[in-house]
């Protein structure tokens, strides 16, 4: 890495080009990466980001889908010569950032600039943990004996330890959580493989780096000071750009809250055992208790719900045994955790389980006594698991203090941050009142690339026949389309059973989430011809497929909130009891943002051309409908099908005339 006063003088020298010369015609961008092309918009979002930098403020930045706003708030920060964290929402978009644009932008510029991507412990792989995994091989099967074998094979050759690395091993295998660490069961400064720790090592090339690129779990998980031993990142940053910072709200929500679930309650059984096998043969008070917590786990479980679904705590408490149960475990945790506190001694590992245990305990008090006040507290089920949280209702005074502590600026950017050109919601609800706005409005042209189709005669969305309706309205459409379409729902049982009757009406090659990986239904969905994808939430964001192989995209309702998600009931009662408009001030506006990310999936590239379809008659039959509507990209509208077929035909022929 060049030194810190080599760095600086090459980027006071840089600072000598305006943002204009290098997003210009003739600038650094266009001679360097090939196909690239200047956008005002991207010039003027850049300009914004620079006077923001300079002058110490924040800003909160709306840019539409092709705005290009990645280029738009790396250079300046690279620029900048301030220590700078990047957040975004996801690994994946983690990776795409580090090893695709940031590249791009430092080559172009030729600025010996540094970055490291950081993502969080459960990422990297735990030596440690690794010899545990091979020393109890017997509870494997020949699956995971095989997976553990490509682990270890790959181990002698990382260099930073990130699972992402081992193709030959799934994501979402069991193998990964006995080879990799989390903040429970990581023993930290005292593990006997501390000099060669990945997660270890991975924070400390962080500090060292210019712009370090995180997700939001990770930016949170350090602001909410849950101290895993590595220290903290933001008291370093001058800069934090937070993108996709839509999901922002969420996340942190979540960090702030308490949560403990049945598997962590488990693994915690399952380490205890393992230590206890090692150097507490004769504590076999100790094994006993883990059993029989782990088998009142199980039993909790059946006093739950039996399908998957998240509900208030009230629920819980209304049914039989349920509180006798989990104040029985709490005195069994209790129990527990005297008896490590005794066993502690003989090995660091099991000193490790006593600290969990007794945070693992004091949840448990937590959620007996019931303390709301300002919270809410929930459970969600699984198949065979559950978990328990206790959430915020208003996170704003939290992050408002956290955020304007520092000296740094904050940036937060986004396609979907203001609904109807307005910013409230999500300003206030991170307490950025005093922030900057600004929008920048796609560069594609929605009147000539897209249409907007509204049925008629559809009943309301609460009628049971809804959904059938909705698909006799859209299999013309899918016809004129030649499939080659996205159908978002707003539930799973309307996805099911659309997916059941599009099979028995049309020949469409249908890829229904969950029959496969995300992943690979996209690459599918682009290799196949008349394709039709059915998704709900994970569909609505984040998936980006250009090109003729997605020509449509179908919303069947508007995405309204469910009131029945506990947490989303608790706020619209809090709002109710303090005189605010739940519906106006909350349900409106979060659809609203919803909607367009739905929306946004359509139109990916200058050349793309394609259908909207809007399926809820509240659109024309509710006032709020016109604020979905302005929200939007403005396009024509139409609720005759024959544009729609007229749309195709057009854009039908003039491929043709090109491909001539």
């Given at each position: 890495?060049?030194?810190?006063?080599?760095?600086?003088?090459?980027?006071?020298?840089?600072?000598?080009?305006?943002?204009?010369?290098?997003?210009?015609?003739?600038?650094?961008?266009?001679?360097?990466?090939?196909?690239?092309?200047?956008?005002?918009?991207?010039?003027?979002?850049?300009?914004?980001?620079?006077?923001?930098?300079?002058?110490?403020?924040?800003?909160?930045?709306?840019?539409?889908?092709?705005?290009?706003?990645?280029?738009a708030?790396?250079?300046?920060?690279?620029?900048?010569?301030?220590?700078?964290?990047?957040s975004?929402?996801?690994?994946?978009?983690?990776?795409?950032?580090?090893?695709?644009?940031?590249?791009?932008?430092?080559?172009?510029?030729?600025?010996?600039?540094?970055?490291?991507?950081?993502?969080?412990?459960?990422?990297?792989?735990?030596?440690?943990?690794?010899?545990?995994?091979?020393?109890?091989?017997?509870?494997?099967?020949?699956?995971?004996?095989?997976?553990?074998?490509?682990?270890?094979?790959?181990?002698?050759?990382?260099?930073e330890?990130?699972?992402?690395?081992?193709?030959?091993?799934?994501?979402?295998?069991?193998?990964?959580?006995?080879?990799?660490?989390t903040?429970?069961?990581?023993?930290?400064?005292?593990?006997?493989?501390?000099?060669?720790?990945?997660?270890?090592?991975?924070?400390?090339?962080?500090?060292?780096?210019?712009?370090?690129?995180v997700?939001?779990?990770?930016?949170?998980?350090?602001?909410?000071?849950?101290?895993?031993?590595?220290?903290?990142?933001?008291?370093?940053?001058e800069?934090?750009?937070?993108?996709?910072?839509?999901?922002?709200?969420?996340?942190?929500?979540?960090?702030?809250?308490?949560?403990?679930?049945?598997?962590?309650i488990?693994?915690?059984?399952s380490d205890?055992?393992?230590?206890?096998?090692?150097?507490?043969?004769?504590?076999?008070?100790?094994?006993?208790?883990?059993h029989?917590?782990?088998?009142?786990?199980?039993?909790?479980?059946?006093?739950?719900?039996?399908?998957?679904?998240?509900?208030?705590?009230?629920?819980?408490?209304?049914?039989?045994?349920?509180?006798?149960?989990?104040?029985?475990?709490?005195?069994?945790?209790?129990?527990?955790?005297?008896?490590?506190?005794?066993?502690?001694?003989?090995?660091?590992?099991?000193?490790?389980?006593?600290?969990?245990?007794?945070?693992?305990?004091?949840?448990?008090?937590?959620?007996?006594?019931?303390?709301?006040?300002?919270w809410?507290?929930?459970?969600?089920?699984?198949?065979?698991?559950?978990?328990?949280?206790?959430?915020?209702?208003?996170?704003?005074?939290?992050?408002?203090?956290?955020?304007?502590?520092?000296?740094?600026?904050?940036?937060?950017?986004?396609?979907?941050?203001?609904?109807?050109?307005?910013?409230?919601?999500?300003?206030?609800?991170?307490?950025?009142?005093?922030?900057?706005?600004?929008?920048?409005?796609?560069?594609?042209?929605?009147?000539?690339?897209?249409?907007m189709?509204?049925?008629?005669?559809?009943p309301?969305?609460?009628?049971?026949n809804?959904?059938?309706?909705?698909?006799?309205?859209?299999?013309?459409?899918?016809?004129?389309?030649?499939?080659?379409?996205f159908?978002?729902?707003?539930?799973?049982?309307?996805?099911?059973?659309?997916?059941?009757?599009?099979?028995?009406?049309?020949?469409?090659?249908?890829?229904?989430?969950?029959?496969?990986?995300?992943?690979?239904?996209?690459?599918?969905?682009?290799?196949?011809?008349?394709?039709v994808?059915?998704?709900t939430?994970?569909?609505?964001?984040?998936?980006?497929?250009?090109?003729?192989a997605?020509?449509?995209?179908?919303?069947?309702?508007l995405?309204?909130?469910?009131?029945?998600?506990p947490?989303?009931?608790?706020?619209?009662?809090?709002?109710?009891?303090?005189?605010?408009?739940?519906f106006?001030?909350?349900?409106?506006?979060?659809?609203?943002?919803?909607?367009?990310?739905?929306?946004?999936?359509?139109?990916?590239?200058?050349?793309?051309?394609?259908?909207?379809?809007?399926?809820?008659?509240?659109?024309?039959?509710?006032?709020?409908?016109?604020?979905?509507?302005k929200?939007?990209?403005?396009?024509?509208?139409?609720?005759?099908?024959?544009?729609?077929?007229?749309?195709?035909?057009?854009?039908?022929?003039?491929?043709?005339?090109?491909?001539?």
């Amino acid at each position: 890495m060049a030194s810190l006063h080599c760095l600086t003088d090459f980027k006071a020298g840089i600072f000598l080009h305006d943002l204009t010369t290098i997003f210009g015609a003739n600038g650094e961008l266009v001679n360097y990466i090939q196909g690239f092309q200047p956008r005002l918009g991207q010039l003027s979002m850049a300009q914004a980001i620079e006077q923001a930098i300079e002058k110490g403020t924040h800003l909160v930045a709306e840019a539409g889908t092709g705005t290009g706003k990645t280029f738009a708030y790396l250079i300046p920060a690279i620029l900048s010569n301030k220590k700078t964290i990047v957040s975004t929402g996801t690994r994946n978009l983690q990776d795409q950032i580090y090893e695709k644009d940031f590249p791009l932008i430092r080559d172009a510029l030729k600025v010996p600039v540094q970055a490291a991507v950081l993502k969080g412990r459960s990422n990297y792989l735990c030596l440690y943990r690794l010899e545990q995994a091979q020393i109890q091989t017997a509870g494997f099967d020949r699956a995971l004996q095989t997976e553990l074998e490509h682990i270890q094979s790959w181990s002698k050759r990382t260099h930073e330890g990130d699972i992402v690395e081992v193709s030959a091993v799934a994501e979402d295998s069991p193998v990964w959580s006995q080879v990799t660490s989390t903040a429970d069961n990581c023993i930290g400064q005292d593990c006997p493989m501390v000099a060669e720790c990945y997660p270890l090592n991975a924070r400390k090339r962080a500090q060292e780096v210019d712009i370090l690129i995180v997700n939001h779990h990770l930016l949170c998980a350090d602001w909410s000071l849950k101290d895993d031993g590595f220290g903290q990142l933001l008291p370093e940053a001058e800069l934090i750009i937070i993108d996709e910072a839509h999901q922002l709200v969420d996340t942190a929500s979540r960090f702030l809250g308490i949560s403990l679930s049945a598997r962590q309650i488990l693994a915690l059984m399952s380490d205890i055992s393992a230590e206890q096998l090692k150097v507490a043969s004769d504590m076999s008070a100790l094994i006993d208790l883990t059993h029989v917590i782990t088998e009142d786990i199980r039993e909790m479980r059946k006093l739950m719900p039996e399908q998957s679904l998240k509900g208030s705590w009230d629920e819980l408490d209304a049914r039989a045994n349920f509180s006798h149960a989990l104040s029985s475990l709490c005195d069994r945790m209790e129990q527990l955790f005297k008896l490590l506190a005794k066993a502690a001694v003989r090995s660091k590992g099991l000193e490790s389980c006593w600290k969990r245990c007794e945070e693992v305990w004091l949840c448990l008090r937590l959620f007996s006594q019931q303390e709301q006040h300002e919270w809410i507290q929930w459970f969600e089920t699984f198949h065979r698991s559950f978990s328990f949280y206790h959430t915020p209702l208003d996170i704003s005074k939290a992050f408002a203090s956290f955020a304007f502590a520092s000296e740094a600026s904050w940036v937060f950017t986004s396609a979907t941050l203001s609904v109807n050109n307005n910013f409230d919601f999500f300003t206030q609800r991170l307490g950025l009142q005093g922030a900057e706005t600004a929008t920048w409005d796609s560069p594609f042209d929605y009147v000539h690339q897209a249409l907007m189709y509204v049925p008629l005669g559809l009943p309301e969305p609460r009628d049971p026949n809804y959904t059938a309706c909705m698909i006799d309205k859209i299999i013309p459409v899918l016809e004129a389309s030649e499939g080659r379409a996205f159908i978002l729902f707003t539930s799973h049982r309307a996805l099911q059973e659309a997916a059941k009757l599009l099979s028995a009406a049309s020949n469409f090659k249908l890829l229904v989430q969950g029959d496969l990986p995300k992943q690979q239904m996209l690459e599918q969905f682009r290799r196949l011809d008349r394709a039709v994808l059915l998704g709900t939430a994970s569909f609505w964001e984040g998936v980006d497929v250009r090109g003729d192989a997605l020509s449509c995209v179908i919303i069947d309702k508007l995405p309204f909130a469910s009131p029945g998600d506990p947490v989303t009931k608790a706020r619209l009662e809090h709002m109710s009891a303090n005189g605010q408009s739940p519906f106006n001030e909350f349900q409106l506006p979060s659809a609203a943002l919803t909607l367009k990310q739905g929306v946004g999936r359509l139109i990916r590239d200058v050349e793309d051309k394609g259908v909207l379809v809007l399926c809820d008659p509240r659109l024309s039959s509710k006032g709020y409908g016109r604020v979905f509507i302005k929200s939007l990209p403005a396009m024509p509208i139409s609720q005759d099908l024959a544009d729609v077929k007229r749309f195709f035909q057009r854009t039908n022929l003039q491929k043709a005339a090109v491909n001539e």
